[in-house]
């Protein structure tokens, strides 16, 4: 069966809340190589690309080598922690991700984390049957609020932009999604105002036909 629309999920602060993990990581794999950072920076950068955060960490230190090392350590560290503690969907997403499943929703991931992050989290959450198609920092050259990994998730689906939806919980990526002409829910935890089409606190508040009726606004 064709799919002819399409949900593209956001992963980190809208699937599952990674942050601590990625804190965790962060911190150990600084400090081993002698460069401690405090949570206050780690919180100004985060949902950064790690080559970005680690230039404004590493000053003139910042060796292609030596990003490449730090950012492959914390990305396996912080697989390790998702494989050894499990994490927990945000309330709500698995809900969806299952239920859109059902009623035969294409699904993507479409998110600036490595290839490899999504996979361990799909894997740990038992949902990558629900799922079409990745798109990670790996497939793209520009980030968000570039739409180009919301452009690449509905070309990998084959679903026109126009009849898909994206799910995020920041904004630039509520901007992308509008930059690629597709419809947003927009999840914000502390209420704050994103551009989306439709903004909830948490996605278990959502209407039971909130997908279903995006679209038909557009229809």
């Known amino acids: ?33 002698g460069f401690p950072v405090t949570h ?38 912080y697989r390790q922690h998702v494989r050894e503690h499990g994490i927990a969907p945000l309330p709500g997403a698995l809900e969806w991700v299952n239920l859109l499943h059902r009623q035969g929703w294409g699904q993507a991931i479409a998110s600036a984390a490595p290839r490899a992050n999504i996979e361990t989290i799909l894997d740990v959450l038992h ?22 990994v919301f452009l690449i998730a509905a070309a990998k689906l084959g679903v026109a932009p126009e009849r898909c939806i994206v ?12 930059a690629a002409g597709m419809k947003s829910i927009g999840v914000s935890q502390n209420c704050k105002l994103l551009p989306a089409d439709v903004v909830v606190r948490s996605l278990d508040l959502l209407d039971t036909n909130a997908f279903d009726n995006l679209l038909q606004d557009g229809a």
């Open 1 to 33: 069966m064709a799919m002819n629309r399409a949900v593209l999920w956001d992963m980190d602060g809208t699937l599952v809340d990674s942050a601590e993990y990625h804190w965790q990581a962060w911190r150990d794999s600084m400090s081993r190589e």
């Open 40 to 77: 206050g920076q780690f919180l100004a950068t985060f949902g950064q690309r790690n080559d970005s955060i680690l230039r404004q960490w590493l000053g003139e230190k910042a060796t292609p080598e030596l990003i490449q090392r730090i950012g492959n350590a914390k990305e396996a560290l």
């Open 167 to 178: 799910v995020e919980d920041a904004q630039h990526g509520v901007e992308a999604a509008r």
């Open 127 to 148: 949902a990558s049957r629900c799922f079409q198609a990745i798109v990670s920092a790996d497939d793209v050259h520009r980030g968000k609020p570039d739409p180009e």
